[in-house]
């Protein structure tokens, strides 16, 4: 079975703080698909990145950085110098064929950027 | 300026009831989607549309029919509520229909509560 967990329920940090999310999965496949969304005040989902569990290269967009271990299970999320408009609850999600099976999704982590 | 946008945000029914939830995208996407979210936090992908064709149809019961008047529009429509149909809603379009649809643009989600 595959599972998700993020255990960080909720995080609080000062504007400009650097801050990492948690996320932790399970899974007997060989081949699977990781994915973060964001889901702003607003309702939303956005979708922020998707790695296969072929590419354990780490990524950085803008502020942004994933650090995906397989040895670990794990798919962490950092924010660099968090900004008030990244409070938003984000989500951890899986698959093992994006479009053909369910996305199993952690229960997210909400996260407050405090000017 | 809403890019997806599904309405109602809430809606409470009655076992029985017929109902649809509209979902409206102004981006110019020629494929829209529908997913079901459930209490686990399981994201389904229902029906996808492009170009007016059906694309994608998961074992979703015929009760659930999805209508698209034009590109801009994938309404779903519910008929004799259950129980089990409780859950969030959301609606998706995405430019590229050979993209995964987890990276669409997804709606705010419309909560469907069944008494």
């Known amino acids: 079975a595959q599972k998700v967990t993020q255990a960080q329920t909720e995080i609080s940090v000062v504007e400009k703080e650097d801050v990492t999310l948690d996320c932790v999965y399970e899974?007997?496949?060989?081949?699977?698909?990781l994915f973060w969304y964001k889901q702003p005040p607003s309702g939303e989902l956005v979708f922020l990145i998707r790695?296969?569990?072929?590419?354990?290269q780490n990524e950085i967009s803008g502020r942004y950085s994933w650090n995906f271990q397989k040895s670990t299970s794990s798919f962490n999320f950092t924010i660099t110098a968090s900004q008030v408009v990244d409070s938003a609850v984000y989500f951890c999600a899986l698959s093992e064929d994006p479009g053909n099976t369910p996305l199993v999704f952690g229960k997210g982590t909400r996260l407050s950027v405090i000017a | 300026d809403t890019a997806v946008s599904q309405t109602p945000k809430y809606l409470v029914t009655q076992m029985g009831n017929d109902k649809s939830i509209k979902c409206e995208q102004n981006?110019?996407?020629?494929?829209m989607y529908w997913y079901k979210q459930d209490s686990k936090k399981f994201l389904k992908i229902m029906f996808s549309y492009n170009n007016k064709e059906l694309i994608i149809n998961e074992t979703v019961p015929n009760r659930f029919s999805p209508k698209s008047p034009d590109k801009a529009h994938l309404n779903l429509h519910i008929n004799s509520l259950e129980l089990g149909d409780s859950a969030v809603y959301f609606c998706?379009?995405?430019?590229?229909?050979?993209?995964?649809?987890?990276?669409?643009?997804f709606g705010q989600g419309t909560r469907l509560t069944v008494v």
């Open positions: 790695r296969n569990s072929f590419d354990e």
């Open positions: 981006l110019g996407h020629d494929t």
């Open positions: 899974t007997r496949d060989t081949t699977y698909y």
């Open positions: 998706a379009s995405s430019q590229d229909k050979e993209k995964p649809a987890e990276e669409a643009f």
